[in-house]
């Protein structure tokens, strides 16, 4: 049987919604930098954003999360309150206003970590509802062992939640992240087909993976019908020839 | 027994305000009466990854708008069920240790979103929860709470929020025992509040509605659109409503009777 897709969207914008994913180490965050580069480079209307990053959201919850005791309800209730922050603010907005939305990490993220940690995914789906499915979502595919050399490179110690010592997988910081991020691959694999993510292999090299990207942005904008639109917000930004 | 209840009832209301001569109680005989121990359910989805559902104590929600009385009928209510033998835990919204304080800085210092601040209240709950409000009911406590996700779910509604989603959002509440809430006609209440504070909260007017350039019409107006969603709320969830438009000590006795009540057959 066939999975319905996570989210819908309900009504069209002229903006495109562009979203890498995978786990940490698996290069999803040069590769989106770099196209947010280029896209500033060609003067297009741009704005990238990344997973907790919200300020507000940052200040208030600094305190708690010092404390311990985030259990896994409240740990993604914070999380899906930044992404409310940036939705509300940013996110859906710069859409509206036709600007190419670029988000390091999305819901998918919410749901991958969240089963994970032991929340209900149709739970978790409800929560992230409202939001909009992106025009297109990257997946950064690398051998776990790949991704966590790249993390612990130049990096002494993993934070508690990062390593997911909260779950009780392992005594063993590093293991405990091993395990938990193996577990998290398996839930962006689930995810694969009924989300359409575009695969990519995250241990070929930068260029090749960026063309890739490159790619299928172009094909992606030249499908939206609020091209000229994005055309004109160009011509607004810079007067530089278009080649898209 | 249920005689002896209302007396224990009539004496504490009696002797509320006065000093604490309380020497008559300790002359009777109650026997003190235990709780059986139950199953918790949700709302929704629950909380999946909690194991041990068996709690000893109930949970006892009042519910209402500012000014109606809830802290006074709580701290009422918590003496009387003390003299009885319960222990009482009180709790109420934006008391999580986590981000309590939090949502009132935020709600100073930044413009938040509606959906944000859902979130936050909800992500405020589901700490006190799973921290406060669950271990207190698995050790049989009663679990009073000054407020619970009916106000949350009531506010959301009102600001435009999909109502199934804030529903489905809270779908890690556990279902409280009982549900009061106090119904207070919003002309009543303008009088409480101004008795109280002089002036009108920015929130309880709804001035973020942009309801009314006057300040006053829109805090009865946003009030009036609260009661409404509450009384479409009460089949939903369950809700008792009681007349909030009562002296103290009435809108007391009928409280505490339905407790009483509602304790003697559990």
């Known amino acids: ?244 | 027994m249920l005689e002896l209840i209302q007396k224990a009832r009539r004496l504490t209301t009696t002797t509320r305000n006065s000093s604490p001569s309380r020497s008559t109680i300790s002359t009777s005989t109650t026997i003190l009466k235990s709780i059986n121990p139950k199953q918790l359910s949700y709302y929704g989805e629950g909380i999946s990854y909690l194991e041990d559902k068996e709690m000893k104590g109930r949970l006892i929600v009042i519910e209402g708008p500012d000014s109606s009385g809830r802290s006074t009928q709580i701290t009422m209510i918590t003496s009387k069920l003390e003299a009885d033998g319960h222990a009482v835990l009180n709790t109420g919204l934006r008391r999580s240790e986590l981000i309590g304080a939090g949502i009132l800085e935020a709600k100073r210092n930044f413009v938040l979103g509606k959906r944000t601040l859902s979130l936050f209240y909800a992500a405020d709950v589901a700490d006190q929860l799973e921290n406060k409000i669950v271990p207190a009911l698995r050790s049989g406590y009663i679990v009073l709470a000054d407020r619970y996700i009916f106000t949350l779910l009531a506010r959301d509604a009102v600001r435009g929020i999909n109502r199934r989603w804030s529903h489905n959002l809270f779908g890690f509440a556990i279902k409280p025992d009982l549900v009061f809430y106090l119904d207070v006609d919003p002309s009543e209440l303008m009088h409480r509040v101004f008795q109280k504070n002089l002036s009108l909260d920015y929130y309880e007017s709804g001035a973020d509605l942009g309801l009314s350039e006057d300040m006053l019409d829109s805090f009865l107006r946003y009030q009036g659109m609260i009661a409404k969603e509450f009384l479409r709320m009460q089949k939903q969830y369950g809700l008792i409503p009681i007349n909030g438009n009562r002296s103290i000590t009435e809108i007391n006795m009928d409280l505490q009777n339905r407790i009483d009540n509602f304790l003697s057959t559990v």
Not at chain 1, 157 to 167: T, V
Not at chain 1, 198 to 211: A, K, N, P, Y
């Open chain 1, 1 to 244: 049987m066939k999975k319905h897709s996570l989210v819908q969207n309900k009504f069209e914008v002229p903006g495109t919604l562009i979203v890498v994913e995978g786990i940490d180490g698996s290069g999803k965050s040069t590769q989106i930098k770099l196209l947010e580069k280029w896209l500033r480079f060609e003067g297009m209307p741009v704005f990238l954003t990344e997973w907790n990053s919200s300020d507000m959201v940052k200040e208030i919850t600094s305190k708690g999360k010092k404390k311990g005791k985030l259990t896994p309800t409240t740990f993604s209730l914070l999380h899906a309150t930044d992404f409310a922050d940036r939705y509300e603010r940013n996110i859906l907005p710069l859409l509206r206003a036709g600007y190419i939305v670029l988000a390091d990490r999305y819901v998918y993220t919410a749901y991958a970590r969240d089963i994970v940690r032991g929340c209900s995914p149709k739970w978790i789906q409800q929560v992230y509802d409202y939001a909009r499915k992106p025009d297109l979502t990257f997946y950064f595919r690398v051998p776990i062992d790949v991704a966590i050399e790249r993390i612990l490179t130049g990096r002494p110690k993993l934070k508690y939640y990062e390593a997911g010592m909260d779950m009780n997988l392992s005594n063993d910081p590093y293991e405990s992240y091993r395990i938990f991020q193996s577990r998290v691959i398996n839930q962006y694999e689930s995810m694969i087909e009924s989300e359409g993510f575009i695969i990519i292999d995250g241990t070929s090299g930068i260029e090749e993976q960026q063309q890739i990207v490159r790619d299928h942005f172009k094909s992606a904008i030249r499908r939206n019908p609020h091209h000229p639109q994005l055309k004109e917000l160009r011509k607004r930004n810079n007067s530089m020839e278009i080649s898209a």
